[in-house]
């Protein structure tokens, strides 16, 4: 599937793993101060736990989905696709994918980029610590001190504006709750042996 270029296109996406009504619900919600309170306490407390591996945007993603889903009741969704900086692919290649080979195996390993849409906010707890690590993209981690500066740990912004930001994202594929689980179970074991811990699910 093509990128999706309005929140119209976005809420079929939604609807087609989560029904009409969740669609509906999706393009109707606005942040307010007590979710967004509650998504700033779930990202800070992951930050401090998720260590530096591959792929470390989707799983963080992931796993804020699964926490934020237990606490606030607001449209949480996640989303894959491409990361466009100044219009061209930083992370992601803006090609089409089959979303539910890439989300099905017991392994994760894709490069395109994975992130939380509250309703018509973007959620991207991976895209400061990429560009702060030095393992990412030169051309992001340029873009975000120039744009952002040092010290910033999440982004939040109404899609819409992203690109004011020299940011696009390019949504290809909103995942099913299954696939969020499978995905939120490879980032558990990423958390686990970074602790030198067991790296199954009990």
């Given at each position: 599937?093509s990128?999706?270029?309005?929140?119209?296109?976005l809420?079929?996406?939604?609807?087609?793993?989560?029904?009409?009504?969740?669609?509906?619900?999706?393009?109707?919600?606005?942040?307010?101060?007590?979710?967004?309170?509650?998504?700033?306490r779930?990202?800070?407390?992951l930050?401090?736990?998720?260590?530096?591996?591959?792929?470390?945007g989707?799983?963080?993603?992931?796993?804020?989905?699964?926490?934020?889903?237990?606490?606030?009741?607001?449209?949480?969704?996640?989303?894959?696709?491409?990361?466009s900086?100044?219009?061209?692919?930083?992370?992601?290649?803006?090609?089409?994918?089959?979303?539910?080979?890439?989300?099905?195996?017991?392994?994760?390993?894709?490069?395109?980029h994975?992130?939380?849409m509250?309703?018509?906010?973007?959620?991207?707890?991976?895209?400061?610590?990429?560009?702060?690590?030095?393992?990412?993209?030169?051309?992001?981690?340029?873009h975000?001190?120039?744009?952002?500066?040092?010290?910033?740990?999440?982004?939040?912004?109404?899609?819409?504006?992203?690109?004011?930001?020299g940011?696009?994202?390019e949504?290809h594929?909103?995942l099913?709750?299954?696939e969020?689980?499978?995905?939120?179970?490879?980032?558990?074991?990423?958390?686990?042996?970074?602790?030198?811990?067991?790296?199954?699910q009990?």
């Amino acid at each position: 599937m093509s990128s999706i270029k309005d929140s119209a296109q976005l809420g079929k996406l939604v609807a087609h793993h989560h029904g009409w009504a969740a669609a509906k619900t999706f393009k109707t919600y606005a942040l307010n101060e007590t979710d967004q309170a509650a998504l700033s306490r779930a990202a800070r407390d992951l930050l401090k736990v998720f260590p530096q591996v591959p792929r470390a945007g989707a799983l963080m993603s992931a796993a804020l989905a699964v926490t934020l889903e237990r606490q606030i009741a607001a449209p949480i969704h996640l989303v894959a696709g491409t990361l466009s900086l100044e219009g061209a692919p930083v992370i992601g290649d803006g090609g089409s994918f089959d979303g539910a080979e890439v989300f099905a195996g017991p392994q994760f390993d894709w490069d395109g980029h994975v992130w939380l849409m509250m309703g018509p906010q973007v959620v991207d707890i991976g895209l400061f610590r990429l560009a702060y690590s030095g393992e990412g993209p030169a051309r992001l981690a340029k873009h975000v001190d120039l744009v952002f500066g040092p010290g910033k740990a999440l982004y939040v912004d109404h899609w819409s504006r992203t690109r004011k930001q020299g940011l696009r994202y390019e949504p290809h594929y909103v995942l099913s709750s299954e696939e969020v689980t499978r995905l939120m179970g490879h980032a558990f074991r990423a958390i686990q042996a970074a602790r030198g811990g067991p790296s199954h699910q009990e």
